[in-house]
């Protein structure tokens, strides 16, 4: 196949890469919108294989690897709980990082292949660009390996600071620059080799100081530098494909990690930077036991029974108990005896942009009855009955009269205007931000300290 | 003079950018999740490199470390190009079973 050709072949699954992320935009044409998605990327292989054209003994281990691979990743695909959504993204940026390195390694060391020139005379542009796919990619794959082992919980949540780590850190970036700058003059393999191992160790360095609740913010940045890593190896390649994906991928990540910032009303550097709640809040001094109303499932029944409308507010520790086909059951049950139930879900509940929807989703919940922040907010004075399930944060009123608060300012769910809040959590400790939540104190809050999934269960025989 | 075909890859990739900006602005939050895992595997469209790499011009089974590297390219690529675009599709099935209980 001419290169002509094959290139009008790439554009075209550039082209439906972005319908893909089009069709996005409402759930009906999203299904529509994967295909397009799968169509352009086996256009993408097959021209692929086609322009290669000479089938050395090579092709059958392509095959081979890419059966292998395939196979892995469709056995994945099938078996991970919804709940660990956040994990498998994370492991997955990991991949697209390391196979731009090994990408970027291949063509260094046979830059005939690629038509970049001759092993140690590699056009001066190819290696610039071969390096920054390179350096992301190697950033991209060691920062998401650390997002990948908090979100497991095999490493703790908290950030891990050091004295001096900002400067360390942009020394690091710096001297890649100056490899990268020697690698060209000097055409000498070392300085690649150097500049890859120090990237591995920038992008491990960049994500131990970020906190656990934060984990949104760093998993879209992943995503975003997955994009440029891509686009990187596509300048190299002189393939449009992946020069397009690589842009929609690298602004993809960029607007949701804006989103998230914005949702926690952080600038993307303080995030960045880290530390946050690595200090235990510091008004906590002022720790007095105050009285706390709880209940049991009884009491929450009882109440729900009588409301007219209940406002459902799910947080991370729905996903942590598994309680999102209980809180369904529950609904469903509520329905029944003619009650309005909605679902309102702050930007930052969960562990990523859209954590929570997905598990609604699974739990068959219909999505029009799922709101966000903005579309609900005004409800919550009318509504009976909130039921906190999960979340903490995202609820607390300090945010918006405690300038004090290391959250003031961040968009909240204004929970406190119903009539009562039902609180499920299994104790009256703080939230990931490590600050007290005013609500639990409220005269019309009832505490249901409890495993959500079983309080849910049980509320649900009660009624 | 000639304009330096980088050029063209440039204009191609600040409009690419512009295009992601406006589409992924108009992607509704509830469907964040999936579009974390499509762009997951569409970037995975690096494959390309990797299958180059891998059939790079060899007749016999030497293979060098070159086409080695290629290969285990192909196979991380291809975990995420079968994962994400599958996984996408689990969850964007879930959001069409809307109207069962009702």
């Not at chain 1, 086609?50 to 059966?67: N, P």
């Not at chain 1, 920038?202 to 656990?212: D, E, N, S, T």
Request: glycine content about 8%.
């Amino acid at each position: 196949m001419s290169a002509n050709l094959s290139a009008i072949f790439y554009l075209i699954s550039g082209v439906l890469f972005i319908l893909a992320l089009r069709g996005l935009s409402s759930p009906e044409t999203s299904r529509q919108g994967n295909f397009f998605g799968i169509l352009g990327m086996t256009i993408a292989i097959t021209v692929t294989f086609l322009s290669v054209g000479s089938f050395s003994s090579g092709l059958i281990y392509v095959l081979i690897f890419l059966l292998i691979g395939g196979l892995i990743g469709a056995f994945i695909a099938y078996k991970i709980p919804m709940t660990a959504m956040p994990e498998l993204v994370a492991g997955f940026h990991s991949l697209v990082g390391l196979s731009a390195v090994f990408v970027a390694i291949s063509a260094f060391l046979n830059p005939e292949a690629f038509n970049l020139g001759l092993p140690g005379d590699i056009k001066l542009a190819s290696l610039i660009e071969m390096s920054i796919g390179a350096a992301v990619g190697a950033i991209t794959f060691s920062g998401s390996i650390i997002a990948f082992l908090k979100l497991q919980g095999i490493m703790s949540g908290s950030p891990i600071t050091f004295k001096g780590q900002h400067f360390f850190n942009a020394s690091l970036l710096i001297s890649i620059i100056v490899l990268t700058y020697l690698l060209c003059s000097t055409q000498s393999s070392n300085f690649f080799w150097i500049m890859l191992a120090v990237s591995f160790l920038i992008g491990f360095l960049l994500i131990i100081p970020i906190g656990g609740a934060d984990m949104p913010v760093v998993i879209s940045m992943l995503n975003s530098y997955s994009g440029w890593a891509a686009a990187g190896i596509g300048f190299t390649l002189e393939n449009s494909a992946l020069i397009i994906t690589g842009a929609l991928v690298g602004s993809s990540g960029a607007i949701l990690s804006y989103i998230m910032c914005k949702g926690m009303n952080r600038s993307f550097f303080n995030v960045i930077l880290g530390g946050f709640g690595a200090t235990e809040s510091a008004s906590s001094g002022s720790k007095e036991q105050r009285p706390v109303k709880s209940g049991n499932a009884e009491d929450a029944a009882f109440l729900m029974k009588n409301a007219s409308s209940v406002i459902i507010v799910p947080g991370y520790g729905m996903a942590v108990a598994q309680a999102q086909h209980a809180l369904r059951e529950m609904v469903d049950t509520l329905k029944k005896n003619d009650i309005k139930v909605t679902y309102a879900i702050h930007p930052v509940a969960g562990r990523m942009p859209g954590h929570m929807n997905v598990l609604l989703a699974e739990a068959n919940v219909p999505y029009d009855e799922v709101f966000e922040l903005e579309e609900i907010n005004n409800d919550f004075a009318n509504a009976d009955v909130a039921f906190v399930i999960g979340a903490n944060d995202v609820t607390n009123p300090s945010a918006k009269n405690d300038p004090q608060s290391p959250i003031y300012g961040m968009p909240v769910l204004d929970v406190e205007k119903c009539k009562s809040v039902l609180f499920v959590k299994r104790s009256l400790s703080p939230g990931y931000a490590g600050i007290d939540n005013d609500l639990f104190y409220k005269e019309n809050t009832l505490m249901l300290f409890a495993d959500a999934k079983k309080m849910t269960e049980d509320i649900t025989k009660n009624l | 003079m000639e304009i330096d075909p980088f050029i063209f890859r440039l204009s191609i990739f600040i409009l690419s950018i512009f295009i992601g900006y406006y589409v992924v602005w108009s992607v509704t939050p509830s469907l964040h999740t999936p579009l974390m895992s499509v762009t997951n595997a569409i970037s995975s469209v690096i494959i390309v490199g990797a299958i180059i790499a891998g059939l790079a011009g060899n007749s016999d089974s030497n293979f060098t470390n070159s086409n080695i590297f290629g290969f285990l390219a192909i196979s991380l690529a291809a975990v995420n190009i079968f994962g994400g675009f599958l996984v996408t599709q689990r969850m964007l099935q879930m959001y069409k079973k809307k109207k069962l209980n009702k």
